[in-house]
């Protein structure tokens, strides 16, 4: 099987991207995760597929990690998603709308990125601390589309991210799913650095577009640090991530990055 895709980022967050408007593509969990693998396929935190709306949408995005599972949402892949489905439909509106799991999503074409409308933050917790690895952490929780613990630490350089982010990732505190493991530290007015252990990549990824949201918004809580807060990911970005809130909660909630195409290709799943 001959399988055309495009390979994309979202600040440095990668991915496969996949045309199934025809219906016609059914990938098993092991093909998603063999077009992942960084050695034997293509290589990408994840796969992105383009479906026809179920409902009154532009499309559904449906989003795999690289383990094959699927998952609700990413905010880095949505960006992507938006300036893929564009190019392959030749839609020219700026705007454009997706079912997603975590609900419809819509996205606007800036100059150079572009914008998300996120879907309303839920679940959130009280600031709760946890024992990472014999150290105690101060840790904050929200859901963005998915899962994120967030904590704050001094210093992310000396942070054993893949430690500490596994254990927090399997904590018993967010069982049985789990949750993507965030760790942050101020750097300024409205200003943070970020990264991200994510949940169904087990490693630590360059950026997380949802984890960006959460951070942004634990952040906001935590300091009162007003809209927009400006997030530096590991792979060198900044996102920009909007907000309104009143006494019920987050809405309004915008990101705000890049989403740039790296190049066309076919592979074989039967010959990989």
Partial sequence: MQLPFTKMNGAGNDFVMLDNRDGALSLTGPEIALLCDRHRGVGADGILIVEPARAKADFR???????????????????????????????LGLKISFETEAGE???????????????????????????????????????TGVPHAVCFVGDLEALDLR??????????????????????????????ALRTYERGVEDETLACGTGVCAA????????????????RVRGGDTLTVGFDK???????????????FVFDGEISLSAS
């Fill in 105 to 143: 999503i819509s996205a606007e074409c800036l100059d150079d990125s572009i914008r998300l409308e996120m879907s309303v933050p839920h679940s959130g917790r009280p600031v709760e601390t946890l024992v990472l690895n014999g150290q105690s952490r101060e840790v904050g929780f929200l859901n």
């Fill in 163 to 192: 430690a500490e982010g596994s254990t927090l990732r399997h904590h018993e505190a967010f069982a049985p799913q789990g949750t993507n493991a965030n760790f942050g530290c101020v750097l300024g007015p409205s200003l943070i």
């Fill in 216 to 231: 942004a918004l634990l952040h906001h809580e935590q300091t009162g640090d007003p809209a927009p807060i400006l997030v």
């Fill in 246 to 260: 009143d006494r019920d909660g987050f809405k309004n909630v915008t990101l705000t990055g890049p989403a740039d």
């Fill in 61 to 91: 995005m449906r989003y795999y990690n690289a383990d094959g599972g699927e998952a609700e949402m990413c905010g880095n892949g949505a960006r992507c998603f938006a300036r893929f489905a564009r190019k392959i439909s030749g839609h």
